[in-house]
C-alpha cells in the first residue's frame, strides 16, 4: 500500500484520538451534573431550557407582591428542575399579557444561592419565615426587573413543562399568591450552557474572592518563575559561556546536572520541614523559589550563548562595554528563542505543577489551579454525585492563559529542539 | 607562598567579582533547594526522625532495613514497575509512530504538527480531570463502550485488575511533546542520504526501514530511559486519578504516606535514597548513551 496514504489514515486517525478527550472536557463543562450521569452519554453539547412562567395580576397587585409571589414560586420549583436540563426560570407578570414585571433566576444563581437561602428542603413556609433574607439575596443579585415592558409571547413546553406547571400552581396554592399562574413555556437558552462556568467563578464568593484568585496565584507562580529563570539563569549560563574558564564551565554543569539525578522525593520532605520553619507555607514563595535550579533551563541558554560569536564579546570590550552591559544589551536582543523556549517550558512546568504546590499552599485562598480543581474535584457536590461539568468548567478555564502562551510561544518550540539538540 | 599569592591576586581579580556576580545567586539556589536538602534526607535517613526535637535517635541502617524487609515496599516498586511496563506497551511506539508518518505528509503538514502539539498547551490537571469522569463508574464513556464490547461495567480506577490498565490507557494517544521529539529527530537526518536512496529506487517504506528508523534509534533509546526514570517517579497523576488507592500505590506514594501520614519521616528518606538509587544507575546508562550517540 502506497505510504502515503497509510500516512494521512494512520495521521488523521490518530489526531482525531489526541483531541477528543478536549472535546470531551468542553461538552461536559456545559452539561448539568445530572447529564454527566446519564448513560448513554450525549455526545454533543444541547442548549438547555429555561422556564418562562406568566403571571396575570389582579388590580391594584404591586411590586412587592410580585417579589414575594416570585420567591414562593421561583425557589421550590427550582428544586424540582435540577433534573431536567434546567437554564433557569424566568417569572413575567402583567395585565393581558402585557408584561409589567419580571424576574430571572438562572440555574447559576440556583446552585450559588439556595445553598446560602435554603440549606436544606425548601418549602412554602420556610420561604415565609425566612422572606426578608430571601429578597434581600434576589435584590443583590439583581434578580428583579420591576419596570419591565413587552408583549408576553407564549411559547410552546417540553416533555417536562407540564410537571413544571403542576408544581407551579400547586405552591402558588399553597402560599396563596395573589396573582394566577396563566401559562407555562420554555425556551432553548444558549448561555444556559456555561452555567457551570458562573458558578466556578463565583462560588469562592462568599470567602470574598472568585475564581480569579486561583488564576492569580498559578500566574504569579509561572510568570516569576520565568523572570527568575531568564535573569539569574540566564546570567549563570553567560558566566559559563564566556566568563570562566572550559574546565570550570564543566565543573558547573556537573554542579548543576547532578541535581537533576536527585529525584524531588528525595528533597521533598526536608524542604517541607525548611518551608516550616521560615513560616512560608500558604505563601507562593514557597513554590517560586525552590523552582529555580533547573539544569535543563541552564543547558539551553549556555548552548545558545556559545553559538553567539565570541567576536562580539571581544569587540564590545574593548568598546569599554561591562560584563553586565554586555549580557543584558547585546546578549538578551540576540537571543529571543532561546528566551521563549525557556519562558515556555518554564511556565508550562510551574503551571502544571501539583505535588509541591499542594502541600505547602493547602489553604483554600493560596491554592493554585491544579490543586484546587483537585480537592473540589474529590468533594461530593450538593446533589451527593461529584460534580464533572464544574471540575471541566474550571479546567477549561484553566487551560486558557497556557494555551495563549502555547500559541504565543509554539514556533520557537521546534526551533529550541533543533538548535539545543534537545532529547527530553 | 607564590601559588597562595597567586590564588589570591585571582580572587581579588575585577574579572572574579564578575564571575561571582553572575554565577553565586543563581548557584545559591541550587545549594540552598536541592544540595541542602538532599544531604538532610541521606543524613536524617540514619535517625529515628523525632518531629518535636529533630533529628531524634540514631537509627543506623535500620531504616534501610525495615525498607527493605517491608512487603508494602516491594509491592508499591511492583505497582510501579507494572506502570511503567504498562505505558511501554501502550505509548511507547505511538509516538514514533505518528512522527514517521507525520514526516511522509507533504500537503498541511504544518497543521498536522500543530494540531498533534494541542495536547501539550492543555494543563495535566485538566487533561487528568477528563480521564477521570471517562472511568467514572456512573456517566463515563469507560463504561458505555466496555458494556457495548460485551465487557461488563468496571470501577476501573479502583479494581485491583483494572487500575493499572486504566491509569496507563491514556499513552495510547501519544502525540504532545513525545511525539514532537521523533519529530525533530526525523528532520535532523541528512537528506542527501534520502536523495541517494531514491537514486538507488528505494520506495517509501524502505526509506523509512532502512534510513528513517536506524537513524533514530538514538533518540529512541534515551526515551525509553527517560520514560523509565520518569515512570519510577510516577506521583501526580495516580494521586489526582485514585487518591493512593491501595490497589496502585506507586513508590513515591508509599513514600508520601510514610512521612505525612504514618509521620515516619526517617523511612520516608531512606525509601527516598533508594528509590533514587535506583533511578541514579538508569540515569547513568542514559547520560552514557547520549554521550555515545552524540559522538556518532
Not at chain 1, 299 to 305: A, D, E, G, I, V
Amino acid at each position: 500500500m502506497s505510504l502515503r496514504i497509510v500516512a494521512y489514515v494512520f495521521t488523521i486517525l490518530f489526531l482525531i484520538m489526541l483531541l477528543f478527550p478536549i472535546y470531551w472536557l468542553f461538552t461536559t463543562s456545559t452539561k448539568d451534573v445530572m447529564q454527566s450521569y446519564e448513560t448513554p452519554p450525549e455526545m454533543f453539547p444541547t442548549m438547555p431550557y429555561t422556564y418562562e412562567v406568566y403571571l396575570e395580576v389582579p388590580d391594584g397587585y404591586t411590586a412587592e407582591d410580585f417579589r414575594e409571589d416570585s420567591a414562593y414560586l421561583a425557589w421550590p420549583v427550582a428544586n424540582e428542575c435540577t433534573n431536567r436540563r434546567f437554564a433557569g426560570l424566568r417569572i413575567m407578570a402583567g395585565y393581558n399579557g402585557m408584561i409589567q414585571y419580571k424576574c430571572e433566576i438562572s440555574s447559576s444563581d440556583f446552585k450559588l444561592y439556595k445553598s446560602e437561602l435554603f440549606p436544606g428542603a425548601v418549602s412554602v413556609n420556610i420561604i415565609r419565615n425566612t422572606m426578608e433574607k430571601v429578597l434581600s439575596v434576589m435584590d443583590r443579585e439583581k434578580m428583579f426587573s420591576l419596570n419591565s415592558s413587552g408583549v408576553y409571547a407564549q411559547r410552546g413546553g417540553n416533555e417536562y413543562s407540564d410537571a413544571v406547571e403542576a408544581d407551579l400552581n400547586r405552591f402558588a396554592e399553597e402560599a396563596s399568591i395573589k396573582a394566577t399562574v396563566s401559562s407555562v413555556g420554555t425556551q432553548r437558552s444558549f448561555s444556559g450552557m456555561f452555567s457551570s462556568y458562573v458558578v466556578a467563578w463565583l462560588r469562592f464568593e462568599t470567602s470574598g474572592y472568585t475564581f480569579f484568585r486561583f488564576v492569580q496565584n498559578s500566574l504569579i507562580i509561572s510568570i516569576a518563575g520565568v523572570l527568575l529563570q531568564w535573569l539569574l539563569t540566564g546570567m549563570f549560563a553567560y558566566a559559563m559561556a564566556r566568563l570562566v574558564s572550559a574546565k570550570t564551565s564543566r565543573i558547573l554543569m556537573v554542579f548543576a546536572i547532578l541535581t537533576m539525578m536527585i529525584p524531588s522525593i528525595v528533597i521533598v520532605l526536608p524542604l517541607y520541614g525548611m518551608i516550616e520553619r521560615l513560616q512560608l507555607k500558604n505563601n507562593l514563595i514557597a513554590v517560586i523559589l525552590p523552582a529555580v535550579p533547573s539544569a535543563m533551563n541552564l543547558f539551553l541558554f549556555k548552548n545558545f550563548f556559545e553559538g553567539i560569536p565570541n567576536d562580539l564579546n571581544e569587540a564590545a570590550r574593548v568598546d569599554g562595554a561591562s560584563e553586565l552591559r554586555i549580557f543584558f544589551q547585546l546578549y538578551v536582543p540576540l537571543s529571543v528563542p532561546i528566551f521563549s523556549v525557556v519562558a515556555m517550558l518554564t511556565f508550562t512546568g510551574a503551571w502544571n505543577e501539583f505535588f509541591w504546590p499542594s502541600l505547602v499552599l493547602n489553604q483554600e485562598p493560596y491554592m493554585t489551579l491544579p490543586v484546587i480543581i483537585n480537592a473540589l474535584m474529590n468533594a461530593p457536590g450538593s446533589s451527593g454525585l461529584r460534580d464533572y461539568p464544574l471540575s471541566m468548567a474550571m479546567s477549561v478555564i484553566a487551560a486558557v492563559p497556557i494555551f495563549i502562551v502555547f500559541l504565543f510561544f509554539q514556533k520557537y518550540l521546534t526551533e529550541g529542539m533543533v538548535f539545543t539538540g534537545l532529547k527530553g | 607562598m607564590i601559588r597562595l599569592q597567586a590564588i589570591r591576586k585571582k580572587v581579588l581579580s575585577r574579572k572574579f567579582a564578575v564571575c561571582c556576580l553572575f554565577i553565586i545567586p543563581c548557584a545559591a539556589f541550587y545549594v540552598i533547594f536541592r544540595y541542602w536538602p538532599f544531604l538532610q534526607s541521606l543524613f536524617y535517613s540514619f535517625f529515628h526522625y523525632d518531629y518535636m526535637n529533630p533529628p531524634g535517635d540514631w537509627a543506623g541502617f535500620d531504616n534501610y532495613i525495615n525498607t527493605f524487609r517491608s512487603s508494602v515496599f516491594w509491592t508499591s516498586l511492583w505497582t510501579t514497575v507494572k506502570l511503567f511496563l504498562l505505558s511501554l506497551a501502550f505509548g511507547f511506539l505511538v509516538p514514533i509512530l505518528q512522527a514517521l508518518f507525520l514526516a511522509e505528509i507533504k500537503r498541511g503538514k504544518a497543521t498536522f504538527r500543530y494540531m498533534y502539539l494541542i495536547p501539550a498547551g492543555i494543563p495535566s490537571i485538566a487533561t487528568l480531570a477528563v480521564w477521570k469522569y471517562i472511568w467514572n463508574p456512573q456517566g463515563g464513556l469507560a463504561n458505555v463502550i466496555s458494556s457495548a464490547l460485551g465487557f461488563g461495567t468496571h470501577d476501573w480506577l479502583f479494581e485491583p485488575n483494572t487500575a493499572l490498565f486504566a491509569l496507563r490507557f491514556s499513552c495510547i494517544l501519544g502525540g504532545g511533546l513525545g511525539m514532537m521529539i521523533y519529530f525533530v529527530a526525523i528532520n535532523n537526518i541528512d537528506s542527501e542520504i534520502y536523495s541517494a536512496a531514491k537514486i538507488d529506487g528505494a520506495n517509501g517504506w524502505q526509506q523509512m526501514f532502512l534510513i528513517t528508523i536506524p537513524n533514530i534509534l538514538g533518540t529512541i533509546g534515551i526515551q525509553f530511559l527517560l520514560t523509565l526514570t520518569s515512570s519510577l517517579l510516577t506521583f501526580d497523576d495516580v494521586y489526582i486519578l485514585t487518591g493512593g488507592a491501595e490497589s496502585s500505590q506507586t513508590v513515591v506514594m508509599g513514600i508520601y504516606r510514610k512521612a505525612f501520614s504514618e509521620l515516619n519521616m526517617g523511612q520516608g528518606m531512606a525509601m527516598s535514597v533508594v528509590i533514587m538509587l535506583i533511578t541514579l544507575s538508569v540515569s547513568i546508562v542514559q547520560i552514557k548513551l547520549q554521550y555515545r550517540d552524540n559522538k556518532g
